[in-house]
C-alpha cells in the first residue's frame, strides 16, 4: 500500500470514528436529555458535514482546511477528558482527532507533491 493510499486510509478512519464515536456517546451510552440532544448533536457533528464529500472524493483542498477541523476536535477531546465521567470518551474524541489530523497532514503533503511533480 503507498503512503497516499495509507494516509487517505487514516484520514477517514479518523473522520468516520469522530462521527461514530461522538453520535454513539450522545445516543446511546451517555444519553444526552432530550431537549438537547438535536443542538448538541448539530454542534459536535454538523462542522464534521462539511467536509464529507471532498474526503470521500479525495480532494486535497478539502484534505487541507479540514486540518483546522481536525485540530478542533483534538481541543473537544482534550475537554471531555479533563472530566472524571467522560475521560474514556475524551481520550476516544482525543485519539481519532489525532488520526484525522495525521492523516490530512500527509495526503495533503503527498498528493501536492504529486501534483506538482507530473
Known amino acids: 500500500m503507498n503512503p497516499l493510499h495509507l494516509s487517505r486510509w487514516l484520514t477517514l478512519s479518523g473522520y468516520f470514528g469522530l462521527i461514530i464515536g461522538i453520535y454513539?456517546?450522545?445516543m446511546l451510552i451517555d444519553k444526552t436529555d432530550?431537549?438537547?440532544?438535536?443542538v448538541v448533536l448539530l454542534t459536535q457533528l454538523g462542522p464534521l458535514?462539511?467536509?464529507?464529500r471532498g474526503l470521500l472524493n479525495g480532494k486535497t483542498y478539502t484534505h487541507a482546511w479540514s486540518?483546522?477541523?481536525a485540530?478542533?476536535?483534538f481541543i473537544v477531546g482534550i475537554w471531555y477528558a479533563s472530566g472524571e465521567?467522560?475521560?474514556m470518551f475524551g481520550l476516544y474524541v482525543t485519539a481519532t482527532s489525532l488520526m484525522?489530523?495525521?492523516g490530512t497532514i500527509v495526503y495533503t503533503r503527498l498528493s501536492a507533491?504529486?501534483?506538482?511533480a507530473g
Open 24 to 26: 454513539a456517546w450522545h
Open 34 to 38: 432530550d431537549h438537547l440532544i438535536t
Open 49 to 52: 458535514m462539511f467536509p464529507l
Open 67 to 69: 486540518i483546522y477541523l
Open 71 to 73: 485540530i478542533f476536535y
Open 85 to 87: 465521567q467522560t475521560l
Open 100 to 102: 484525522f489530523l495525521a
Open 113 to 116: 507533491r504529486m501534483n506538482s
